[in-house]
Nanobody, 127 residues
Framework: QLQLVESGGGLVQPGGSLRLSCAASGSGFTLNRLAIGWFRQAPGKEREGISCISSSGGYTQIADSAKGRFTISRDNAKNTVYLQMSSLKPEDTGVYYC??????????????????WGQGTQVTVSS
């Protein structure tokens, strides 16, 4: 079955950049039939939707808090979806997760509409 693994997190200074990867593996799935979302959870806070990309890559969605700073992309040949983060702020700190749903983003970035979650990767933005 589908497995998602996030990587690329780490410690960066404010204003820095980081690229996260979401790698898919396993049997019984076709990545080009899956929309992939990115979410983050800061300590003591609810999980927050950050971005989504449709199965074809033809539609992308970015939360207002990340718009203009984050970019989502996918390379289905590599079974990987990316989140490029720039101009990072301390409030971007948290555990970042990727998750899948069939074909389409819904436009609301609600975590409840996604399944097959990865284990998360820690991003810390601090001086």
């Amino acid at each position: 079955q589908l497995q998602l693994v996030e990587s690329g997190g780490g410690l960066v200074q404010p204003g820095g950049s980081l690229r996260l990867s979401c790698a898919a593996s396993g049997s019984g799935f076709t990545l080009n039939r899956l929309a992939i979302g990115w979410f983050r959870q800061a300590p003591g806070k609810e999980r927050e939707g950050i971005s989504c990309i449709s199965s074809s890559g033809g539609y992308t969605q970015i939360a207002d808090s990340a718009k203009g700073r984050f970019t989502i992309s996918r390379d289905n040949a590599k079974n990987t979806v990316y989140l490029q983060m720039s101009s990072l702020k301390p409030e971007d700190t948290g555990v970042y997760y990727c998750a899948s749903r069939p074909y389409y983003c819904l436009g609301n970035l609600y975590p409840e509409s996604f399944g097959s979650w990865g284990q998360g990767t820690q991003v810390t933005v601090s001086s």
